[in-house]
């Protein structure tokens, strides 16, 4: 199987609700980053995800699931976690994913320094997690039409562009949840142009979003 899947939490048992779900929403942003880093290598694995999981006594060896989720110990201290301010996180959770993946890459191969290298990257790119989800040319109008995401400590956002000739004709973000898979996954899939409207559908091609061509002015 494929390797594709990162989380990093706290251990469910331990820790109570009012930190295990923040902490895990959190996280989604640097866990993603990675997920983008080790998309293209199709490492191949005995497991399609790695949880690193925070605990005040971490034990030593891995386990896997039989749902195939790699199960690794990180120390986690809940009192240094809270004292933390939000420009603070990002950097705590790369050092803790750092200690995770080192760790793990002791006892099972992973893409040990694809993973530490896109912590670096993430680092230098000041904790900024966007990518372009969708590009469409409708060549009758003469633009390009791009669904752009981003995903931070406590959001996720969905963007819609549209450009002609380089020049931004419209801009709006058209969808914001928080920065949870569950959320927002199924909730967008392609950008259509019908009826004289470009439209935004889900995943069931249901449209969440439409602008009337003459809203945007594409002469």
């Known amino acids: ?12 048992v331990e820790y109570p609700d009012d930190i295990t779900i923040p902490f895990r929403d959190q996280t989604r942003s640097i866990c993603v980053y990675l997920e983008r880093v080790i998309k293209p290598l199709k ?9 690193f999981v925070g605990k005040k006594n971490p034990e ?11 199960s690794i110990d990180i120390p986690f201290n809940e009192h240094e976690y809270n004292r933390l301010n939000k420009k603070e996180l ?6 803790l994913l750092r200690l995770g993946i080192n760790k793990c890459a002791k006892q099972v191969d992973i893409p040990k320094a694809e ?14 997690n ?16 791009l669904l752009e995401c981003e995903l931070t400590l406590q959001n996720f956002h969905l963007t819609l562009v549209i450009e002609k000739k380089g020049k931004i004709l419209w801009q709006k973000e058209i969808l914001t949840t928080v ?10 899939k392609d950008i259509v142009f019908e009826n004289k409207k470009i439209i935004v559908v889900d995943r069931s091609d249901r449209p969440i979003y439409e ?3 003459e809203d945007i002015n594409c002469s």
């Open 179 to 188: 920065p949870d898979e569950i959320c927002y996954y199924h909730s967008f």
């Open 115 to 128: 993973l530490l290298n896109g912590l670096v990257e993430f680092e230098n790119g000041n904790y900024v």
């Open 1 to 12: 199987m494929i390797f594709k899947e990162i989380y990093l939490f706290p251990d469910l």
């Open 211 to 213: 602008i009337s061509v």
């Open 43 to 51: 490492f191949k694995a005995d497991f399609k995800r790695i949880c």
């Open 60 to 70: 030593e060896k891995i386990f896997i699931n039989s749902c195939n989720i790699l």
């Open 90 to 95: 990002n950097h705590y959770f790369t050092e």
């Open 130 to 145: 966007k990518w372009q989800f969708k590009r469409r040319s409708f060549r009758e109008l003469g633009v390009k039409c």
